[in-house]
């Protein structure tokens, strides 16, 4: 049976999510409605994905009793109240990253999952592309030795706009930070020390971090609204290291002690709006699994590593002096 | 008239320094005498390289009247000393990084250097070599539109005895550290972060480092000393990228908005005791043209710049817990 899926929003993440769902076998996924907040939009995109159900409110959706997860692409001020929406009315939600705008949120969201027995996970697609799962399989099997320092870079043109979430920190570092935290196993870090730039919007342009774990290891990442940066990774062991060419968050190939192996993703039937969304198939296809199996959470991106994650991005804000309205409440 | 060095010391270093030197023309640069704390040792080196004197202490070689230059090649606990020694006796010195163990050793290297008005530098060799010379150019030119970020990494096996001055910051991060400030101009930066690992013997093996300058302008480095890093360094404009691959510290190419030139070094005489030591023909050439037009410090190398190197040194050590007994007198 096809696990059937509510779009939440209609922009375009949601717009890619659903394409890169379409490269996944129609008998396994299913896109039965869309709900925007505007109902022409949502029709709009309901004619162009040609989903049948189109509403004008996400409660809408909510109620329908066809749905059986929802993908929620909203802007991430609005996660917290899409999420609760969703899980109150007993679906399973697949939300866009970061989860929430701090871990109070988070651990909002988490608790009305854990409370409505429902299944959620944070869109962390980075970690379901295949190279990511090589790069487990290779931490797994110790093939570098060690690990002894993971090294991240992102910096593109991206929103500085601070009522919608903007800034280096959410939207850039959050790739950052889930792969340097999948490396080092969702552990906590000893400590973390952050210096950033901040522009007069009070959100940060310029970010760059040191992360120390247990056993003599750290971690660094730099991010940056405005120039590109490398965009690669790199995880280096004592025996050797991998490299995560750019762009390191949505990952084509990698470079396993300079031997270099591509995992292309498949092309899309309609033009996307950001780079390799069709490979957003992935955390679908976990979703699904977890789904089947009967699974509340991801063992790949467990709740456990969302509430961490938003943990260590409010410390790095905290030292930054980036501020967000919903930390005040 | 052949500039005539002196070598100070018969180790490693000093052997590579001599082998770059015969790369250039003989009429230029000469060879006249070198020294060791055993006779025997300075004996075998001068035999090995052609030298027709050869002496058993360093005070004889400061004594030599046929010497313009000391070329000083031991070990950094003995920098300080010894470049009083020879600057005492009226010697012009190049001395190699880093100049000495913290800025108050620094300042009387380059107090005495001054008082007897000689010429001193700082062998900061990769500031002299053509790839480096044409990062400068492009700097100066703006072709990568305003500079925003610079990033090193440096990681090699490499001694951790506090007593040789060993660890991460010092042998390694010096490299880093003078890519940097050379990119930044020498500006002192407004705030430095540091984390790192310390071992039992109380140097550091590992270290991360976030610089932040005047208009919104970042730099990070990591150093360690056991793990092979990626050694490359990247300089991010608002309108592209210089990167320089491996090995960042004796660059042999450049790529310049991703296209790359190569920069080779000469082939050496004699077998060699590190990566590109034939580029050390570079900096000689400088003090050769400093000492001709009668400079007291290079432009590119400037007294400024060590000060300033020393200083952000003895403030990164400051923050991660390193403590030489240099400190403490």
């Known amino acids: 049976m096809a696990t059937r899926w509510g779009i939440c929003s209609a922009g375009k993440i949601s717009h890619d999510f659903t394409v890169a769902l379409k490269t996944l076998p129609a008998e396994d996924h299913q896109v039965v409605a869309v709900a925007a907040r505007k109902l022409e939009d949502a029709q709009e995109f309901a004619r162009k994905h040609n989903i049948s159900k189109a509403y ?13 997860v929802v993908y929620v692409g909203v802007v991430h001020p609005c996660h917290l109240n899409a999420c609760k929406l969703f899980t109150n ?44 799962v090589q790069i487990r399989n290779l931490l797994a099997q110790e093939y570098i030795g060690d690990v002894k320092m993971v090294r991240a870079d992102y910096g593109v043109p991206r929103s500085d706009q601070k009522d919608l979430g903007g800034g280096a920190l959410l939207d850039l570092g959050i790739f950052c930070l889930q792969f340097i935290s999948m ?47 490398h965009n690669d990774a790199i995880i280096v062991g004592t025996k050797g290291k991998i490299q995560v060419p750019s762009p390191m968050w949505c990952p084509t190939s990698l470079v396993v002690n300079k031997k270099e192996t591509q995992y ?49 991005d409010d410390e790095i804000r905290r030292q930054v002096g980036v501020v967000y309205s919903q930390d005040c409440q």
Chains 1, 2 share one sequence.
């Open 183 to 229: 490396v080092y196993n969702g552990e906590k870090p000893e400590s973390i020390q952050a210096s950033g730039i901040c522009l007069e919007t009070g959100v940060n342009k310029t970010l760059a971090v040191i992360l120390k774990y247990s056993k003599n290891r750290m971690a660094m990442f730099t991010c940056f609204t405005g120039v590109q940066l």
């Open 56 to 68: 004008g409110s996400y409660e809408e959706l909510a109620r329908d009793p066809d749905v059986d």
């Open 89 to 132: 009315a007993k679906k399973n939600v697949l939300c866009e990253k970061p989860l929430a705008m701090n871990a109070k949120e988070v651990k909002e969201i988490l608790d009305s999952a854990k409370k409505n027995n429902v299944f959620l996970m944070e869109a962390a697609w980075t970690r379901f592309f295949p190279a990511s």
């Open 264 to 312: 292309p993703v498949p092309e899309p039937s309609l033009p996307l709006n950001f780079t390799n969304s069709t490979g957003k198939r992935y955390e679908a296809e976990e979703v699904r699994q977890c789904l089947l199996k009967g699974l509340k959470e991801s063992p790949v991106m467990p709740h456990a590593d969302s509430l961490l994650l938003a943990e260590m």
